[in-house]
């Protein structure tokens, strides 16, 4: 009975996520307020079907009341957060709301299978944090001038990379985090949301050589900081967002080559500097001649998606355990594993829809410190999950970078919700601010030259 429902679990959830997934990409076609209406009603009966079959799965394979009720509970107070959040904030993205949802869900199945005490950490982390972002959007309305601390935020950042330099923890050859007694924190994760609002506050009224210099500095003491703490991963995706972003305020298209170029450059260099690059470079491109050493990660990752196949193994019916650090930098490979590849795939698809509604919302706000913001939060997104995905499955070396909403990390997660619910907020207020406080239209130069009507 009990493999028999695993088995039917799998399939429907593979049929369900696909159907959600076509819904998503028609929320975004030209639909009445009551036909998106009637999608995102779809939408929450999809996920609440997927999650409850695969509760009472994890029921039938551990016979756990823990497990069962923390379950239970984490549904109950997504859901409660999804009914707030819709009655307080009716113009909301919605859609991006339920993705959040599912990622979030998706990601508590699975780290619940790895690990009972870290799915509860992630859980109770996760559910304050949402807690708090249903006031994020009423500060953002209420917040007078946050637009011109920008260089408050560079000097938050800087300091904070500083500490971690200095004191921080080393965790496989970088230094990541800081302990208080029992809490770990990593502060680059936080610092994804100030370093976009210092950029976009530098650059949203002029783009002039000025401003571009010095916002060139001070991301490059950012980035200079991160490499020297050997955080490569957070170093990259720091210099990735400064050139998109950077390249939207001027609309300079010389930006993206130069920077690739420079790229190569500084990955030839760090190649030749940090010994555990090497190490990740070599089990990349041959991890079988490595594999009982440091090619083990990446060929058990490349193992674990084999086994699972298009329709994989069935929760807690793989071996995701055998991948060291799985619930971290190789969550997608446990997912391929036992929810199988078609899955895995879906899971992407939501991904890149939840990059997709982020860059609408940016190009569609008519402030420009909101389009600036929200653009250079939708990059570190984007390159976060292809850092991630693309390591899992041998397309890129691992870079330490885990996945946005369903990777283990309290920081990850409290940071990319706060990061989610400030999109939200200038979605929601985009104008009403700077119209009120200062008059200003504020001006940029660049690629956008239209006016849009807000998103659902």
Same mark, same amino acid.
């Given at each position: 009975?009990?493999?028999? @429902? ?5 399939? !429907?959830? #593979?049929? =369900? *996520?696909?159907? &959600?997934? +076509? ?99 992630? @859980? ?5 944090? !949402?807690? #708090?972002? =249903? *006031?994020?959007? &009423?500060? +953002? ?316």
């Amino acid at each position: 009975m009990t493999d028999v @429902f695993s088995a039917a679990t799998r399939y !429907l959830s #593979i049929i =369900l *996520i696909c159907i &959600y997934m +076509i819904i998503a990409f028609l929320s975004m076609g030209n639909i009445s307020k009551a036909g998106k209406r009637k999608l995102f009603y779809y939408e929450g009966i999809i996920i609440s079907v997927i999650y409850m079959m695969y509760t009472i799965t994890t029921w039938l394979k551990t016979k756990s009341i823990n497990a069962l009720v923390l379950c239970l509970v984490s549904y109950i107070v997504m859901l409660v957060i999804v009914f707030i959040y819709c009655k307080i904030y009716p113009k909301s993205n919605k859609f991006l709301l339920m993705n959040i949802w599912l990622m979030f869900s998706i990601g508590s199945l699975i780290l619940l299978r790895i690990s009972y005490t870290k799915a509860l950490r992630q @859980f109770v982390m996760g559910a304050v944090t !949402l807690v #708090i972002t =249903l *006031i994020v959007p &009423y500060i +953002i309305s209420k917040v007078k001038f946050f637009r011109n601390y920008y260089y408050s935020y560079a000097a938050f950042g800087i300091l904070l990379l500083l500490i971690v330099l200095v004191i921080g923890n080393v965790t496989y050859g970088a230094k990541l985090s800081l302990s208080f007694g029992f809490i770990s924190v990593q502060p680059s994760e936080f610092i994804k949301i100030t370093y976009p609002m210092f950029i976009a506050g530098m650059l949203y009224r002029r783009a002039d050589i000025k401003n571009v210099v010095i916002t060139s500095v001070l991301c490059g003491v950012h980035i200079i900081i991160l490499v020297l703490s050997k955080d490569l991963g957070s170093a990259l995706i720091f210099s990735v967002a400064y050139l998109f972003m950077v390249y939207v305020a001027t609309g300079k298209k010389i930006i993206l080559p130069a920077g690739l170029l420079a790229g190569c450059v500084a990955a030839g260099i760090a190649y030749l500097l940090f010994s555990h690059v090497q190490v990740r470079v070599a089990a990349w491109l041959n991890p079988w001649d490595i594999i009982d050493n440091n090619g083990y990660q990446i060929a058990q990752s490349i193992f674990a998606i084999g086994t699972g196949s298009f329709f994989g193994m069935g929760l807690y019916d793989g071996n995701p355990n055998y991948i060291p650090v799985v619930e971290q930098d190789f969550i997608f490979s446990a997912i391929s594993e036992e929810m199988g590849g078609f899955f895995a795939l879906a899971l992407l698809l939501l991904c890149f829809h939840t990059f997709v509604i982020m860059i609408r919302i940016a190009f569609k706000c008519s402030d420009h410190f909101y389009k600036l913001t929200c653009f250079g939060m939708a990059v570190i997104y984007g390159i976060q999950v292809f850092l991630t995905v693309g390591g899992a499955v041998k397309l890129i070396p691992s870079t330490g970078v885990t996945l946005p909403l369903i990777s283990y990390g309290g920081s990850s997660l409290v940071s990319t919700l706060l990061m989610f619910a400030i999109i939200q907020g200038f979605n929601i207020y985009d104008g009403k601010e700077i119209k009120e406080n200062t008059g200003e239209t504020g001006k940029i130069s660049g690629t956008e030259k239209k006016q849009y009507k807000k998103t659902e």
